[in-house]
């Protein structure tokens, strides 16, 4: 059997072993596949492995965070995407929340970028522990109700190497917050769709570079707005869909007024509708 059909045999199986739970099994495959894989694959096979997910179950922190730091150096698109969300929980148990919310963030940031919605979830459910640790309950139950949803509509699990405390953490924010307020914080996080979930995690996250005029100057939570304007919703369904004050959507629309260089929200769908 060539190196081709050996590594990604090997790497299935330790994607695998890693969703049943047994990292010791997924980590002898991650191994096997890194010595069979023939020099033009080992980028590949490399950045592709759950490697990462093996050690932090074995309880092999650091050395799951070395082989994601050094995957990060050279990896593009989805499986950079990935790596941030994997070493967003490996920085989570190491005890470094700031980096841990800033991989979650570039994560959400790339997944709507290049439409990588099957990272989502964890990226939500990493930042809503974060958010939790932080005393901000409600946005936790939002972003922990977001997370299910969207990992219900993609149907995919949770990866149990990097959710020890996820439960801990939902039961600390229902605790909280008390079983009315949770589950009404955790429904208006599910009523969001996936796009919506990303722009509202990402609300209020620092400017990143980027124009200062036309379509790709605006922020997340500005084309949010956007795509709900286009929808026909008025200032009010959109606040309440936001959980935001209508006076605030205003300003977000005055702000794409100018940076779109428009008079008007009829000009503002036009211009949505070309941008679709």
Same mark, same amino acid.
């Given at each position: ?72 150096? !050279?990896?593009? $698109? &989805?499986?950079?995407?990935? +790596? =941030?969300? /994997?070493?967003?929980?490996? @920085?989570? *148990? %190491? ?86 307020? !949770?589950?009404? $914080? &955790?429904?208006?996080?599910? +009523? =969001?769709? /996936?796009?919506?979930?990303? @722009?509202? *995690? %990402? ?74």
């Amino acid at each position: 059997m060539g190196g081709f059909h050996e590594d990604a045999i090997f790497g299935t199986s330790a994607l695998a072993a890693v969703f049943a739970d047994d990292s010791t099994a997924a980590k002898e495959a991650a191994e096997a596949a890194m010595r069979c894989t023939v020099p033009l694959r080992v980028v590949y096979v490399r950045s592709s492995l759950a490697m990462p997910e093996a050690l932090m179950g074995t309880g092999d922190v650091i050395g799951a965070r070395r082989w994601v730091d050094e995957n990060l150096t !050279f990896v593009p $698109g &989805w499986f950079r995407c990935h +790596a =941030l969300m /994997t070493r967003a929980y490996i @920085a989570i *148990a %190491q005890g470094e929340p700031e980096q841990a919310g800033d991989d979650a963030h570039e994560s959400l940031a790339i997944a709507h970028e290049i439409h990588a919605y099957l990272q989502v979830p964890d990226a939500l459910d990493c930042l809503a522990r974060l958010t939790a640790d932080a005393g901000n309950h409600l946005l936790a139950a939002r972003l922990f109700g977001a997370a299910a949803a969207a990992r219900e509509r993609i149907g995919i699990i949770r990866i149990p190497a990097l959710s020890r405390g996820h439960d801990e953490a939902v039961a600390a924010t229902l605790e909280a917050l008390g079983q009315k307020e !949770f589950d009404a $914080g &955790w429904a208006e996080g599910a +009523a =969001l769709s /996936t796009e919506e979930a990303v @722009a509202y *995690a %990402q609300r209020g996250r620092g400017e990143r570079k980027r124009p200062t005029s036309g379509w790709g100057s605006m922020t997340p939570t500005e084309c949010h707005v956007v795509r709900l304007v286009a929808e026909g919703l008025g200032n009010k369904d959109i606040a309440d869909r936001l959980f935001i004050s209508p006076r605030t959507v205003q300003t977000h629309l005055t702000h794409v007024y100018a940076k779109l260089n428009l008079s008007s929200r009829i000009q503002l769908v036009q211009e949505a509708a070309r941008h679709a």
